[in-house]
């Protein structure tokens, strides 16, 4: 279905996926008569939507699916908040069922945050599926972190999990929703475009007339707490190029001390962005967008 919401033209996809237990949901974008080009993933709390402003300039020749992960925008994989040990390994079959399910091939995987993370680790069990990778700040602690964490959920004084456990989550409408975020907090630098798309697919209607959140705050702060994975051998096992743009300010790609080791090969390539936060995808679209290009080639 073609999208009548204002901006960057895209079609709304929702397709079962019953190996991992309910349907998935995407936009998409770009010319119909080509493979898909990119898959991209969103961060923790964020939706598909979210990063249409991003992704439209290159919509003129490449087609680009987005995707909602399981407990946002409007996925149907529904959160599995029964389960306070889980870790996101649970999340990389869900994308890998995407690629399958669409069968998406040769194609470029993009993620930020979370999106990132998730990104390569279903990139490394999708040979023939993915030709490069390119992570915008992703979550990635140091080596050996998860083996060290177990599946144990992550100190609760951790203050991404408390602030997402305090997030308002029902508002009078989405235009009350818009006000309240506009210019503030982690919102500063988003564009109006980029807010009123988050929103759009970020909140549902109640029947008490009011909107609530899409992403439940327990499930936005259960990722935030999980980290009993290891991304570090996906880098090898994907055996693809790989592009990291790591924020200057307050990243969450721990790799600090591992940086000429992961490089070494030439085939991973990480740059440290001056003057961005963990929000690289809002403060530089246009490096998200060039580097997209250049691995797409």
């Known amino acids: 279905m073609t ?7 895209f079609r709304r996809l929702r397709f079962d996926l019953p190996s991992v237990g309910g349907y998935g949901t995407a936009i998409e974008m770009g010319p ?15 939706n598909a939507l979210t990063y249409r402003s991003i992704l439209g300039p290159l919509t003129d020749r490449l087609r680009i699916v987005a995707v909602d992960q399981r407990g946002h925008g409007l996925s149907g994989l529904p959160p599995r908040l029964e389960d306070p040990a889980r870790n996101w390994y649970d999340l990389v079959p869900d994308l890998r069922a995407v690629l399958e ?14 999106g990132g993370t998730v990104s390569l680790m279903a990139a490394a069990e999708s040979p023939g599926r993915v030709r490069g990778i390119a992570l915008f700040d992703p979550v990635v602690m140091p080596p050996g972190f998860g083996a060290q964490n177990g599946n144990r959920p992550l100190n609760t004084d951790n203050p991404l999990l ?3 456990l305090r997030r308002r989550a029902v508002f009078p ?5 818009i006000a309240s975020y506009s210019g503030k907090g982690a ?4 564009t109006p475009d980029m807010l009123a798309d988050y929103v759009e697919d970020g909140f549902h209607d109640t029947p008490s007339g009011e909107v609530e959140l899409n992403c439940p705050p327990a499930w936005e702060a259960s990722n935030f707490a999980s980290h009993g994975h290891d991304p570090w051998p996906s880098f090898d096992a994907a055996d693809v190029p790989v592009r990291i743009l790591k924020a200057e300010t307050g990243s969450t790609c721990r790799s600090d001390g591992h940086e000429a080791a992961l490089t070494a090969s030439g085939r991973i390539r990480l740059e440290v962005i001056p003057g961005t936060t963990h929000f690289l995808p809002m403060e530089r679209p246009d490096l998200v967008r060039s580097t997209l290009l250049d691995l797409v080639g």
């Open 3 to 9: 999208s009548t919401v204002p901006g960057f033209a």
């Open 32 to 46: 119909q008569d080509r493979p898909v080009d990119i898959v991209f993933s969103h961060a923790n709390g964020f």
């Open 101 to 114: 399910t669409l069968d998406i091939r040769d194609a470029v995987l993009g993620g930020h945050s979370m």
């Open 162 to 164: 408390q602030g997402a």
């Open 173 to 177: 409408s989405k235009a009350a929703v």
């Open 187 to 190: 919102f500063r630098a988003w």
